[in-house]
Each structure stands twice: as structure tokens, then as C-alpha cells.
């Protein structure tokens, strides 16, 4: 693994990661540790397990890393971490994420995003820590006017979760307002799909999967039957939902790309961008590409529209091309290799 430091020639950075455990989190501490940073993670394992650390440990062939357990909601916890710590910069991916959920429990939804991340705002600002990379979503453009979607576009929310993104944007833009020496990056994903090539960490979702890569997977894989693909006949080429499906490596890599751009005093303090492909793929041509990849039929049905579903969702990526120097490098055959090759090798996630 190569090693290099760009981000302190001097001395390892420190950046806390909190939900660090989780998906996409564990995929980043992955990209930052082959970078020569430093991940203190803390996580309350409310959706992930502990295992997913101890392999990006092995597989970065690094020291078991700093790990917290415990919630952001604790100002206790994070006050502990911060003074324990030198700590330059926060990646802030805990929340919780699920929208049907959202919308049953809005207000466990409300309490843990917005209220957590205004406990780490407080406890970063104790401490004099101003830098914080967050995880928005695509989501916040609700039904956009007309793709590619580009970051100055309307927002609005269809459901609780959304509203927490929302919110959580908003409350970050009033702190810059008042004192703009804070660095923030909004960070709009798209859809993350795929694992780390190696197989060793991925997406380990709790029950039946909502969303489609983990459920096509679990298809192939012989756990679910068939594939309901919601609607047959959107304005898209083929009738099905068209989404920007971006992989997770590429994803976690524009994290790293967002804390190397704080660095130069030609990049703003206040980044708003899209991390997404620019191209849109849709049900259908995800279903015949894993089939391509994996060798497996993926059997399914055409059912229903799912309620809050957009037709067609795709990111103008060209900012963050301009302002991070970043740009997805890897395209739909190995979003779907690799989550086949960690779904196959896997087949309980992180449970065996
Ligand atoms: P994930 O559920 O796999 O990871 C979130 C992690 O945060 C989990 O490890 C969970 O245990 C932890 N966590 C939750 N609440 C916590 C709390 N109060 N204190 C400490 N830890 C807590 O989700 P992910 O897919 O990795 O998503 C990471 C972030 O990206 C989330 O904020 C999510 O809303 C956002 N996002 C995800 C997607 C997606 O499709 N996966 C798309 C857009 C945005
Ligand atoms: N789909 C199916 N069958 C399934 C699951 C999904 O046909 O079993 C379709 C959907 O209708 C949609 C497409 O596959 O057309 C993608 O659906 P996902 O659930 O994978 O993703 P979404 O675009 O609906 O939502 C995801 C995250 C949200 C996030 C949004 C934008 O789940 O949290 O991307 O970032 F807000």
C-alpha cells in the first residue's frame, strides 16, 4: 500500500470520523489511512457491526485505529474525544438513513441527524476544531425540474429524512454565516453502490434491502426470490427508474479530495457539491449488468411505482471536477463486480 501525506508534511493528521463503521465510513477510512491520515472513529454500532473496523484494519495492514464507542448525541463522549485528541478535522457520516423508517419515526429521525449534529457542532467549536465534511444526499433536490442536476438547484423535501439533510445544510450555511474561518463541505451523493474490490468490506444492510444493488445481490445470491422493479412506465428509455449510481470507492475518495481542497487558499471555505457520476443508468440496465458480471439470472416482476419515487435522478458533477480535483474514475461493470464479488464472498455480511 503506498503511503504518502497530503495533507501535513510534518506530522499525521487526525480527522474523527464518526459513523465511521457504517457503509460508506468504513470505505473512507479505508482511503484515508492508504493516505497517511490518522481516523479516530466513533460509532454507536446502531447500524453496523464492529467487525467492519477490524477488517479495514487488516486490510490496510494498519494498527487498530482510535475507536470510540459511543453516540454523537453524548456531549460527554465527544468532549472526552476532543480534548484526548488532536484532532484537525470531522467527516460526519453518522445518522440514520432509512426513509420509510423516517417517516414511521420522525422523530428518532429529527433527534438523532439534527440533534446529533448539533452536539459535534458544539463540541467542535469548544474545541476550536472548524473543519467538518458532511454527508448530504441527492435527495435534498426532491423532484428535480430537469437532470443533470446541478448544486444551485431548488431543494425540498419528501419525507423526514430528507428534511434532516435539509435542516442539517441549513444550520451548517447559519454557523459559516457567523464565522466564515469555519470550513464546510456539503457533500450531495447520489446513489453509493459497490465494495471495496478486495471483498472485504461492503454494504451490509439490516433485513430486506430497500434500495436496488443490495437487493439485486441478494438475488443472485439465492436469499430473495425476484426483484420487483417499482414501475415500468416512467419518461425514462425503457420505462424504469434512471438514478446516478456512484461507486463507494469514488465516493470515499472525494472525502479525502474535500479535506486536501480545505487546503488551498484558492478553494472557498463553504463547498456545496455533487459527488455523482453524470450518468444515469436505468432499473433495467443495472439488472443486465450484473447479470453480465456475475454470470447469475436476476429473475424479476414489474410491480408498482414506489411512492416518492423520481423517474430520472443524475448529478452535473462538474463542480467538484473544478473544486476538488475529483471525478468518479469507475463505471457500472465494476460497481457491479464488486458488489457481487463482496455479496458472494459474504453471504451474511459481516456475520461470518
Ligand atoms: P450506515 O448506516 O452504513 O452508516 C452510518 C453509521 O453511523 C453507522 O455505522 C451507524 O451505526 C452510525 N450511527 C448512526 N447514528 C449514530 C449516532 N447517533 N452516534 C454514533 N454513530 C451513529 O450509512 P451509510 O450508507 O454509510 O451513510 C453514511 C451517511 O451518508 C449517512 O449520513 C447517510 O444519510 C448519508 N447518505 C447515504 C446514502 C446511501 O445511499 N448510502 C446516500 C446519501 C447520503
Ligand atoms: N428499485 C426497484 N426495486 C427495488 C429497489 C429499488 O425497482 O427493490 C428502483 C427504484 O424504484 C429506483 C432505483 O431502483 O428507481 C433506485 O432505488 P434505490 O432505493 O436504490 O435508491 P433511491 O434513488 O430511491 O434512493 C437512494 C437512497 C436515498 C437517497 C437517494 C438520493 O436510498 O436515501 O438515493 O441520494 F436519498
Known sequence: MSVNHPFNETRTTSVLVTGGAGYIGSHTLVELLSNGVRPI?????????????????????????????????????????FSEQKIESVIHFAGLKAVGESVREPL????????????????MQAHDVQTIVFSSSATVYGDPHTTPIKEDFPRSAVNPYGRTKLMIEEILTDLHATDPKWKIALLRYFNPVGAHPSGVIGEDPNGIPNNLLPFISKVAVGQLEELSIFGDDYPTPDGTGVR??????????????????????????????????????????????????SGKTIPYEFAARRAGDVATCFADPALANRLLGWSAQLGIEEMCRDAWNWQSKNPEGFKR
Open 41 to 81: 472513529v466513533i460509532d454507536n454500532f446502531e447500524n453496523s457491526s464492529p467487525e467492519s473496523l477490524r477488517r479495514v484494519a487488516s486490510l490496510c495492514g494498519s494498527e487498530p485505529f482510535t475507536l470510540y464507542e459511543g453516540d454523537i448525541r453524548d456531549s460527554g463522549l465527544l468532549d472526552r474525544i
Open 244 to 293: 446516478d449510481y456512484i461507486h463507494v470507492v469514488d465516493l470515499a475518495r472525494g472525502h479525502v479530495h474535500a479535506l486536501r481542497a480545505f487546503q488551498k487558499e484558492t478553494v472557498p471555505n463553504f463547498l456545496t457539491v455533487n459527488l455523482g457520476t453524470g450518468r444515469g443508468y436505468s432499473v433495467l440496465e443495472m439488472v443486465h449488468a450484473f447479470e453480465r458480471v
Open 108 to 123: 428518532r429521525y429529527y433527534d438523532n441527524n439534527v440533534g446529533g449534529t448539533v452536539k459535534l457542532l458544539e463540541a
